[in-house]
């Protein structure tokens, strides 16, 4: 069983877009936050963009003003919308999801999708 899936990523000019998504399985427990992290070779992984269960949203600097994140929860998927993409943009995507199941606090991950940003 994969908790999270990610789709949508793909290669694109500077100045192009992407909307990832990020689909869950249904489950008894709910995500209290999920979010957008990102990783390209040699990098630390990094957070893009979390949003709370009651909508509070948090960016990386990078990212302000081009990327907005967004998130369904009757269909349980968190969307991440990205704007005037640029070359540093360029990175494996990973989804996560945090939330207690059973009183203990877990964070899921999703396998990641690849954004490609050239020329």
């Known amino acids: 069983q994969v908790p999270l899936v990610e789709s949508g990523g793909g290669s694109v000019q500077p100045g192009g877009s992407l909307r990832l998504s990020c689909a869950a399985s249904r489950s008894i427990f709910s995500f209290y936050t999920r979010g957008w992290f990102r990783q390209a070779p040699g990098k630390q992984r990094e957070l893009v963009a979390e949003?709370?269960?009651?909508?509070?949203?948090n960016y990386a600097d990078s990212v302000k003003g081009r990327f907005t994140i967004s998130v369904d929860n009757a269909e349980n998927t968190v969307y991440l919308q990205m704007n005037n993409l640029k070359p540093e943009d360029t990175a494996v995507y990973y989804c996560?999801?945090?939330?207690?199941?059973?009183?203990?606090?877990?964070?899921?991950w999703g396998r990641g999708t690849q954004v490609t940003v050239s020329s």
């Open positions: 949003i709370s269960s009651g909508g509070t949203t």
């Open positions: 996560n999801g945090r939330k207690y199941e059973y009183g203990i606090n877990r964070t899921y």
